[in-house]
């Protein structure tokens, strides 16, 4: 199968849609066409390359979410070079090591990070060229001042295993790590997701999921690109204003992870609203508790689909069918053009029903980590990507995660994996959030560890949740400890962090 470049293909959809609407920021008038976005791309990477940026450069993107921050990547990728999103969050010293890690030689900003930029900039040496916004102005007017009237367009010539993207992920411990994805990995992934979706031109997605992330770009973006649907995007999630925008925006699909959801119940339920046009949830980057699954179906009446994915996998690997059998507590069958296995510490398969770890190849799958030969080599083994997510399959092809690789406790011998414990807690009528881990023992080796949070106006009594626990597992399972917290760490896309607890 062949595969355009990540800018030809923008160019087909901007022939293809034309005078619909691609793009759109949350309260504003402002939006950008197919045809206006592709023009503008390609404008936009003139300007780039006037300034010197060619093909393999990388280039850091430090933006909140906005239309801008999609048509800086797009106009990079036009002009040949990488995009290097950088969150926004971050502290000085993760700013500073991405930057000097992936050798970005220009970055896109904006005004309000100046002292930051000013501060390291020095200790970036591989930097050249900073482009930064003034308040108020989009990208274009700033590379127009700087430039003056920009003229022609650029489409550069790219192969399709040319790099697009270095997505810089957090990982268990350590530095993060760049995670490569070339131009078939978007054009893929894209095309897997409109598909697997079920996406139309008449769909709306609204973008909560920050952009220096896999999943709001691969879902909600590239997938709208490839159908012809538009993509409204908010600078953050925040519950009320996501159902004001689904109300006033007539959103017709909603990705999030499952804590998006669980404050989404929340606001809904302090303030119901006519959510007229929302026909589907879509839960990725965790796994969903059945409890919030279940209630938002109910109080949403739509589906809820889980899906899973990573960045190595630009995206979809497995997921739950839109028309078809959704399981609850699955993350589905893997999807078309993608193949997945689940292996033993041996590399053979497991027998059906028994626990492996899940692995993948495909279009989607990344060639490899920036700047880190040995992780690449141990990470993809004939072009097999190895997720370190444990799973089982049942008879009829659905994948059940049970856990990451790194966090199986085990207990006196057992086994015991986080996922079965936190459904249970996730059952009770407290628990807000939950976490497990494994702790150490001196008899037991490990045991589990149960991090909580209670539900706003609940509290939570360590040896009534013991005793429901007791119910429902076996007693080896049952945590040792517990913590109650008012609220667990997250990421910015609002994961729990595991890592931080212990």
Same mark, same amino acid.
């Given at each position: 199968?062949?595969?355009?470049?990540?800018?030809?293909?923008?160019?087909?959809?901007?022939?293809?849609?034309?005078?619909?609407?691609?793009?759109?920021?949350?309260?504003?008038?402002?939006?950008?066409?197919?045809?206006?976005?592709?023009?503008?791309?390609?404008?936009?990477?003139k300007g780039l390359a006037t300034m010197g940026?060619?093909?393999?450069?990388?280039?850091?993107?430090? &933006?909140?979410?906005?239309?801008?921050?999609?048509?800086?990547?797009?106009?990079? @990728? &036009?002009?040949?070079?990488?995009?290097?999103?950088?969150?926004?969050?971050?502290?000085?010293g993760e700013v500073l090591f991405i930057l000097?890690?992936?050798? @970005?030689? @220009?970055?896109?900003?904006?005004?309000?990070?100046?002292?930051?930029?000013?501060?390291?900039?020095?200790?970036?040496?591989?930097?050249?060229?900073?482009?930064?916004?003034?308040?108020?102005?989009?990208?274009?007017?700033?590379?127009?001042?700087?430039?003056?009237?920009?003229?022609?367009?650029?489409?550069?010539?790219?192969?399709?295993?040319?790099?697009?993207?270095?997505?810089?992920?957090?990982?268990?411990?350590?530095?993060?790590?760049?995670?490569?994805?070339?131009?078939?990995?978007?054009?893929?992934?894209?095309?897997?997701?409109?598909?697997?979706?079920?996406?139309?031109?008449?769909?709306?997605?609204?973008?909560?999921?920050?952009?220096? &992330?896999?999943?709001?770009?691969?879902?909600?973006?590239?997938?709208?690109?490839?159908?012809?649907?538009?993509?409204?995007?908010?600078?953050?999630?925040?519950?009320?204003? /996501?159902?004001? @925008?689904?109300?006033?925006?007539?959103?017709?699909?909603?990705?999030?992870?499952?804590?998006?959801?669980?404050?989404?119940?929340?606001?809904?339920?302090?303030?119901?609203?006519?959510?007229?046009?929302?026909?589907?949830?879509?839960?990725?980057?965790?796994?969903?508790?059945?409890? &919030?699954?279940?209630?938002?179906?109910?109080?949403?009446?739509?589906?809820?689909?889980?899906?899973?994915?990573?960045?190595?996998?630009?995206?979809?690997?497995?997921?739950?069918?839109?028309?078809?059998?959704?399981?609850?507590?699955?993350?589905?069958?893997?999807?078309?053009?993608?193949?997945?296995?689940?292996?033993?510490?041996?590399?053979? +398969?497991?027998?059906?029903?028994?626990?492996?770890?899940?692995?993948?190849?495909?279009?989607?799958?990344?060639?490899?980590?920036?700047?880190?030969?040995?992780?690449?080599?141990?990470?993809?083994?004939?072009?097999?990507?190895?997720?370190?997510?444990?799973?089982?399959?049942?008879?009829?092809?659905?994948?059940?995660?049970?856990?990451?690789?790194?966090?199986?406790?085990?207990?006196?011998?057992?086994?015991?994996?986080?996922?079965?414990?936190?459904?249970?807690?996730?059952?009770?009528?407290?628990?807000?959030?939950?976490?497990?881990?494994?702790?150490?023992?001196?008899?037991?080796?490990?045991?589990?560890? /149960?991090?909580?949070?209670?539900?706003?106006?609940?509290?939570?009594?360590?040896?009534?949740?013991?005793?429901?626990?007791?119910?429902?597992?076996?007693?080896?399972?049952?945590?040792?400890?517990?913590?109650?917290?008012? +609220?667990?760490?997250?990421?910015?896309?609002?994961?729990?962090?595991?890592?931080?607890?212990?």
């Amino acid at each position: 199968m062949s595969f355009p470049s990540f800018p030809e293909y923008i160019q087909q959809k901007g022939a293809s849609f034309g005078k619909r609407v691609f793009l759109k920021d949350f309260g504003e008038e402002r939006a950008y066409t197919y045809e206006e976005f592709a023009r503008l791309s390609a404008r936009m990477a003139k300007g780039l390359a006037t300034m010197g940026i060619g093909e393999g450069d990388r280039v850091a993107i430090l &933006h909140p979410n906005h239309t801008d921050f999609v048509l800086a990547y797009s106009s990079i @990728a &036009h002009a040949g070079g990488v995009a290097v999103p950088i969150n926004p969050l971050y502290t000085r010293g993760e700013v500073l090591f991405i930057l000097q890690d992936s050798g @970005a030689k @220009a970055l896109i900003t904006t005004r309000s990070f100046k002292k930051l930029v000013e501060d390291i900039k020095g200790e970036a040496p591989s930097l050249e060229l900073v482009v930064m916004k003034e308040e108020g102005e989009l990208l274009i007017q700033t590379l127009e001042r700087l430039l003056g009237t920009l003229r022609g367009e650029l489409v550069r010539e790219l192969s399709p295993e040319s790099p697009a993207f270095i997505f810089y992920t957090s990982g268990t411990t350590g530095r993060p790590k760049g995670v490569i994805l070339n131009q078939r990995n978007l054009v893929f992934g894209g095309a897997n997701t409109a598909q697997n979706y079920g996406l139309r031109e008449d769909d709306v997605a609204l973008v909560c999921l920050p952009l220096v &992330h896999i999943f709001a770009n691969a879902s909600p973006v590239l997938g709208s690109l490839n159908a012809g649907g538009k993509a409204v995007i908010m600078e953050r999630f925040q519950s009320d204003i /996501a159902l004001e @925008a689904m109300e006033r925006e007539r959103i017709t699909w909603f990705p999030g992870v499952p804590t998006m959801f669980a404050y989404l119940i929340e606001a809904y339920q302090r303030a119901p609203r006519k959510i007229p046009c929302l026909r589907m949830g879509l839960s990725g980057g965790a796994s969903m508790s059945a409890e &919030h699954l279940s209630r938002f179906q109910e109080m949403f009446q739509v589906p809820v689909i889980e899906v899973y994915g990573l960045t190595e996998s630009t995206g979809l690997v497995t997921a739950n069918p839109v028309h078809g059998v959704r399981k609850v507590g699955s993350i589905g069958i893997q999807v078309s053009g993608v193949s997945t296995r689940l292996l033993d510490e041996t590399g053979k +398969e497991v027998a059906l029903g028994e626990v492996g770890e899940l692995v993948f190849k495909g279009p989607n799958a990344t060639p490899g980590y920036w700047n880190l030969p040995d992780l690449t080599l141990s990470t993809i083994r004939d072009g097999w990507v190895y997720t370190k997510d444990l799973a089982r399959m049942d008879e009829e092809g659905y994948y059940f995660i049970v856990g990451r690789k790194d966090e199986l406790i085990i207990c006196g011998g057992y086994n015991v994996y986080p996922r079965e414990i936190e459904e249970v807690l996730y059952q009770h009528e407290s628990v807000g959030e939950a976490a497990v881990i494994g702790v150490s023992h001196p008899t037991l080796g490990q045991v589990p560890k /149960a991090f909580l949070a209670p539900k706003k106006g609940r509290r939570i009594e360590e040896e009534v949740i013991r005793e429901h626990c007791a119910k429902y597992l076996a007693p080896y399972k049952v945590p040792r400890y517990f913590q109650v917290m008012d +609220e667990l760490p997250k990421s910015s896309t609002g994961k729990i962090l595991k890592k931080m607890l212990s």
